[in-house]
């Protein structure tokens, strides 16, 4: 909700003392409502002031973006605690961690390794987001050395982690490439921020635990606001804890401090264990996760449950509207017409797939809804499946002329039939009948 | 500067249920196991109690299964023989064995019901671990199987089902007739989930004689369905609502090793790394996952997916200071 100049004005200290840059209180307001001053600004405004226009004129997470071009990661802007309540916007950005330690043709293989972190699954690529530069060596020149060599090469954005010398070292040389600085603490805040203020780059606040880290962030955010919180993972029901509160803080109580996205490091060694750690942060908010695991195998189970989470519960999942042909199809396999909501159909494709039995599978535009609900709402009756099968052109690949249905909606066989003069067959009502209807159906087919 | 944390009051909680009866409580069982007892989201412990870790339930069938090869290669001396199955599994960590009577079905068998409950019998015999015992999934069948395995069972407090929206009575009332505990199975709805336990509690079975089974949608095929029902049903039991207070069971195993994730072979899909470690993650991340929505039960398959979820649940039950 957008304020008023006079609303903000009703909560300013009305000194008049021009300390703010504004010649009168009033002027100061009507700046902020315009989003041309912020209120960190007045250094007389009451801790009540700021709560109430702190909340009021921002949106609770702050947008964050790591990288250029088609590098760039956006984080934040999160407004729900569970995702069934709207959406959760910006999928955790998996930052894969390289050595320092690592140079020559060691680091050029990991860079290359790290690169082909790029999978398809059901349609759509997945891949992670960042590398991470660690500065394991503890020296500078070495960690300089490997953040430009992995800059030049590596297909993903920058996070480089180093302490006040290493980054003093490294972050000029690859500012153009908007690295995200980790980390700004208790002891080196003012020079690492200095440093990602002149660079144009954001910065990990990393504090020890939520006080701490709260303290910090509004020590740093007067001078800076492209913030990423970090709060020193410890362990993983305390980080979940600290995750879990730092965004209710934020949305519930529009508290300012924790109005930034998250990062969380995953401590396990084992690769397996990592991820499966992973999976917590995915779920609680984590907007990048730094991990070691770098295997196809391993990372893909996590990009997928990163895919699901931040799936819109609003939008009914699809697959293409289309004939998809499951197995080594022949002329003689059948016909099943079933929705093109994802989990009827991918309920459908895993019977069919088990049985055993090739057979082509009509994925009929319902625009995403279930067969009953289809039914219902006239998306999945006869007229519109017959048009959907004609148009596909499937039984121009078979030689007979039987389409199967689900046995769900068997009372729009006899029309079915009418129409499309096909032989309908009522098939069973739940996939799971499919392996034993296609063995007594089909059984030459038998593989 | 000190921040306040944002602790939720809740008036609810989720029931306490206990499977399993020792000798002493007119059973054979050396071990109960109690899920339940919440009174916070998921591992959450700064603002409720979590008393109990989840568990994790091994499955096994009655008849030899046809599995997906690295589960064969798990089990393939045992998979004939659910005796020395069930013992192999406790062997691995299993808190509970969770045994599915496929040879009742017509087509695998038709094993009658006697026969059935021997095989129960017999697992009951060779492990100490408590039971969980769901029919063939042919209606007819299981509503003569499930009543005289109740019976044969008796005093061992089994969990049986499955109980349906449409086919709840018998499994319901044979649970209530030899003090059994029913698994209440809704098709990923919250509604008939709330629903289906209402119907139960009107037969005169107690909430706390319920388990929740949402359905199960793997990781990939639709897991954040059952995911957000997990958290919607656990968010209305904190806040009072009896009919969804049962702790929750979640098939994951059955659902996981369908994945084409878990059974696309390396050579065909090059881009997703090795199979055996996919197809393992598969399982251990759906079961990760609704662990955050707040699993308590949950059944697997494969022993290092019972590993790593035993772990993962392990640390996210050492209640943190913050």
């Known amino acids: 909700m957008a304020l008023t100049g006079l609303d903000i004005f009703k909560q300013l200290p009305k000194t008049n003392c021009k300390e703010c840059g504004s010649p009168t209180c009033l002027a100061f307001a009507m700046a902020m409502a315009n989003g041309k001053a912020s209120l960190d600004m007045c250094p007389h405004a009451s801790e009540a002031a700021k709560e109430f226009l702190g909340a009021a004129t921002a949106p609770p997470v702050k947008t964050v973006k790591v990288g250029v071009g088609e590098q760039e990661v956006v984080m934040g802007d999160e407004t729900v605690l569970f995702r069934h309540d709207k959406t959760f916007y910006h999928p955790t950005a998996l930052a894969i961690q390289i050595s320092d330690t690592l140079s020559g043709a060691e680091l050029d293989a990991k860079i290359e390794k790290i690169n082909g972190l790029v999978m398809d699954r059901v349609g759509q690529q997945v891949a992670i987001q960042m590398v991470a530069v660690t500065n394991c060596s503890k020296d500078a020149a070495k960690f300089k050395a490997a953040v430009e060599a992995v800059a030049a090469k590596a297909k993903f954005a920058l996070l480089l982690a180093g302490d006040l010398a290493a980054l003093e070292a490294a972050v000029p040389a690859v500012a153009a490439k908007k690295p995200l600085i980790h980390a700004a603490t208790a002891e080196n805040w003012e020079k690492v921020v200095a440093l990602a203020k002149a660079n144009n780059c954001p910065v990990v606040v990393k504090g020890n635990g939520l006080d701490d880290t709260a303290a910090l962030v509004e020590k740093v955010a007067k001078e800076y606001k492209e913030l990423v919180l970090d709060f020193g993972n410890t362990a993983q029901a305390k980080t979940l804890a600290e995750m879990v509160n730092a965004r209710r803080l934020a949305i519930k109580k529009k508290f300012r401090p924790f109005g930034y996205p998250m990062l969380a490091c995953t401590l396990a060694t084992d690769a397996k264990e990592e991820v499966v750690e992973a999976a917590t942060y995915v779920a609680k908010y984590a907007s990048i996760i730094c991990m070691k695991a770098d295997e196809k195998h391993h990372l893909l189970p996590l990009m997928a449950w990163r895919m699901n989470v931040y799936t819109d519960p609003q939008k009914p999942m699809a697959v293409e509207g289309k004939v998809y042909e499951i197995g080594d199809v022949t002329p003689d396999c059948p016909v099943y017409v079933c929705t093109n909501f994802a989990l009827t159909y991918f309920a459908v494709e895993g019977e069919v797939v088990g049985s055993k039995i090739p057979g082509y599978i009509v994925a009929v535009d319902t625009d995403g809804s ?49 129409i499309s003069s096909y032989n309908v067959i009522v098939g069973p009502q739940e996939a799971v009948g499919i392996p034993a209807f296609a063995k007594a159906n089909y059984p030459q087919l038998m593989k | 500067m000190a921040t306040n944390m944002l602790k939720e009051r809740y008036s609810g909680k989720i029931n306490t249920v206990t499977l399993g009866a020792t000798k002493e409580q007119g059973g054979t069982r050396t071990s109960t196991v109690t899920v339940g007892g919440d009174s916070t989201m998921p591992f959450l412990h700064f603002e409720g109690d979590m008393p109990l870790k989840p568990v994790i339930a091994m499955e096994i069938e009655d008849i030899k299964p046809d599995w997906h090869p690295f589960l064969k290669e798990v089990y393939a001396d045992v998979m004939d023989n659910p005796v020395a199955w069930a013992k192999k599994c406790v062997e691995f960590g299993a808190d509970l064995i969770y045994i599915k009577l496929n040879g009742a079905h017509p087509d695998n068998g038709n094993k009658s019901p006697e026969e059935c409950a021997k095989v129960v019998k017999d697992v009951l015999a060779a492990v100490g671990v408590p039971l969980i015992v769901v029919g063939c999934g042919e209606e007819e069948k299981d509503n003569a199987v499930l009543p005289v395995v109740a019976e044969a069972a008796a005093g061992e407090n089994l969990l049986i089902g ?81 009919m969804l207070s049962q702790p929750v069971i979640c098939q994951i195993g059955h659902e996981a090793w369908r994945a084409k994730e878990a059974n696309a072979l390396e050579a065909d899909f090059p881009n997703w790394g090795d199979q055996g470690e996919r197809a393992i993650l598969w399982e251990a991340m759906t079961a990760a996952g609704l662990l955050q929505g707040g699993a308590h039960i949950m059944v697997l398959r494969h022993p290092e997916a019972v590993r790593l979820v035993k772990k993962n649940a392990e640390q996210l039950m050492i209640k943190p200071e913050i």
């Open chain 1, 370 to 418: 279930s067969v009953l609900t289809g039914w219902a709402s006239g998306k999945f009756v006869a007229e519109p499946i017959y048009e959907f099968v004609k148009n596909s052109g499937v039984m121009d690949k078979v030689n007979h002329n039987s389409i199967v249905i689900p046995g769900y909606v068997a009372i729009i066989s006899g029309k079915l039939k009418e």
């Open chain 2, 162 to 242: 499955l109980a349906k929206q449409d086919s709840y009575k018998s499994v319901a009332a044979a649970a209530m007739v030899h003090k059994h505990k029913v698994l209440a199975q809704s098709p990923l709805d919250i509604n008939i989930c709330k629903q289906l336990n209402i119907l139960i509690s009107e037969l005169g079975l107690a909430p706390e004689n319920v388990i929740i089974d949402p359905a199960t949608a793997a990781l990939g095929y639709g897991i954040e369905y059952t995911y957000s029902i997990l958290e919607r049903g656990r968010l209305g039991a904190l806040q009072g609502d009896k």
